[in-house]
């Protein structure tokens, strides 16, 4: 009896698997809700963090308040590891437990290119993204010498100073970036 029901099943699946199946073509049409932020770094200097400068200029963004420098972001209700943050392509994580050191706070906003925030669960390109992808683009080296000294002031002793040098030559290029605050 065994041996007829597993030779009926051999068989059975052969010709389930002899026949042709042609699948039809499926067109997935879907607008990306995409919102790109340049001049972080000019418009953003009283502070380094970015997840501060991002809440004010992203609608669905918003921040778990921290400290003055180290925000974390929600991003359409969603937060922690459910928000892919790429930093020039690059996933990051924190470190830290309880979110002493959220992704944002690994890059400072006078650092930053642009920011582009990409809305819904159905990025193909980065795994573990449920609410949305954050994709930082930093500034690149350029071959000229430049550089730039930030200072600022605000309320309750707050101080920030940020310096910025980049230069080469047509091989090499640097970008060196200091930043410090205090409140």
């Known amino acids: 009896m065994k041996k007829s029901i597993c030779l009926l099943s051999i068989v059975t699946s052969t010709v389930l ?20 932020v340049k001049d972080i770094s000019e418009d953003q200097l009283k502070s380094a963090d970015l997840a501060e400068a991002l809440s004010k200029n992203v609608p669905s963004i918003s921040i778990v308040r921290r400290n003055g420098i180290a925000n974390d972001i929600i991003l359409r209700g969603q937060k922690k590891d459910n928000i892919n943050v790429l930093i020039d392509d690059a996933k990051i994580y924190g470190a830290c437990p309880n979110r002493m050191d959220p992704v944002t706070s ?5 650092n930053v290119e642009s920011v582009e925030v990409i809305e819904g669960p159905y990025d193909v390109e980065s795994f573990g993204t449920l609410s949305g992808k954050v994709l930082v683009h930093t500034k690149e080296p350029t071959k000229d010498l430049h550089g730039e000294v930030n200072l600022n002031a605000g309320s309750f002793n707050y101080r920030k100073a940020s310096a910025t040098v980049s230069g ?12 410090t605050e205090k409140s």
């Open 17 to 36: 698997l002899g026949n042709e199946v042609e699948i039809p073509t499926v067109n997935v049409a879907e607008k990306i809700n995409t919102k790109v």
């Open 106 to 110: 690994h890059i400072l906003t006078n």
């Open 168 to 179: 080469g030559t047509d091989r090499f290029k640097l970008l060196l970036s200091a930043s």
